[in-house]
């Protein structure tokens, strides 16, 4: 604190927190996954890209596309099997709205 005339004076307080607009970058992905899913850029039974082929596509780090991957899959578009990869098991149309719900849902359970 500084002192004017023997007394303390407060520093002004800082500016109240705002809130980051928009979503968060995994979102961006899973929507441009979803994206490249119905145009046909990854065929249903077809191999998505490896992680970190994805992290360059994506301009991304792995976590990010984890994190997509795994949006992805609770709303039913991909398959993961473990060691073999990720895998186009459907094009859904209301994708985005079934992985809101599951993000909803998975709220509620751990609240």
């Not at 004076?9 to 500016?15: I, S, T």
């Not at 607009?21 to 992905?29: C, M, P, Q, W, Y």
């Not at 850029?41 to 992290?55: G, H, K, M, Q, V």
Request: hydrophobic share 35%; proline share 6%; aromatic share 6%.
């Amino acid at each position: 604190m500084a002192r004017a005339k023997g007394l303390a004076v407060r520093p002004p307080a800082p500016a109240p927190f705002t809130p980051v607009k928009g979503a968060r970058k995994s979102d961006h992905v899973f929507e441009q996954i979803v994206g490249f899913i119905r145009s046909g850029r990854f065929p249903i039974e077809s191999r998505l890209p490896a992680e970190r082929e994805l992290t360059t596509i994506f301009n991304t780090s792995r976590q990010t596309i984890r994190e997509a991957i795994y949006r992805a899959e609770l709303a039913g578009l991909i398959e993961v099997r473990h060691g073999a990869g990720s895998f186009v098991v459907s094009r859904l149309k209301n994708a985005g709205e079934k992985c809101r719900r599951a993000d909803r849902d998975r709220g509620r359970k751990s609240r």
